[in-house]
Every structure is written in C-alpha cells, then in structure tokens.
C-alpha cells in the first residue's frame, strides 16, 4: 500500500535528484523508496556512510574505458581506506 509524504527538501538537491532518477529511469519516489528501504533493512547509520557508497558503486554502469578505469582505481582506493576505520 502506498501513502503520500511530504518532504521539505532544498531545491537544487530535489533537482539533482531528478536527474538521478531520470538516468535510472526510475521516478524520483521509487528511488526515495529504495533507498528508505534499503537504510531500514540494513540498520545504517550516518557514520556507515562508507558501506553504502561501497554498495551503491556496484550499482554504477560506466561505459567508457577511461573512466572504467578511473572507476575501478577510485573504488580501490576507497573500498582499502574503509577497511582501515
């Protein structure tokens, strides 16, 4: 069952959203819903911020070889940096 929610959200962050979910193709709803979804399952908190870019950056589709590349370094570098906290 879904229920209406009304969020008070800054405007450009609303609209970079869009754009997000847009390039998913996905409604901006389903990707708030996801998300929620995904932070109540998880029990996530603020501080494990590192666990859910790490989860969020297999989710990536990166066409170019150049930025494959610079995908794959990043997501080592910081997946490594993670290990140590």
Same mark, same amino acid.
């Given at each position: 069952?879904?229920? %209406?929610?009304?969020?008070s959200?800054?405007?450009?962050?609303?609209?970079?959203?869009?754009?997000?979910?847009?390039?998913?193709?996905?409604?901006?709803?389903?990707?708030?819903?996801?998300?929620?979804?995904?932070?109540?399952?998880?029990?996530?908190?603020?501080?494990?911020?590192?666990?859910?870019?790490?989860?969020?950056?297999?989710?990536?589709?990166?066409?170019?070889t150049?930025?494959?590349?610079?995908?794959?370094?990043?997501?080592? %570098?910081?997946?490594?940096?993670?290990?140590?906290?």
């Amino acid at each position: 069952m879904s229920t %209406k929610l009304t969020l008070s959200i800054d405007e450009a962050v609303i609209e970079k959203a869009k754009v997000f979910a847009r390039s998913r193709r996905k409604s901006l709803s389903k990707v708030i819903e996801q998300y929620l979804e995904y932070v109540t399952e998880n029990d996530a908190s603020p501080l494990a911020i590192s666990e859910t870019v790490a989860k969020l950056a297999d989710t990536l589709v990166v066409d170019r070889t150049d930025d494959a590349l610079k995908y794959a370094y990043l997501k080592d %570098k910081y997946l490594d940096a993670s290990d140590s906290d």
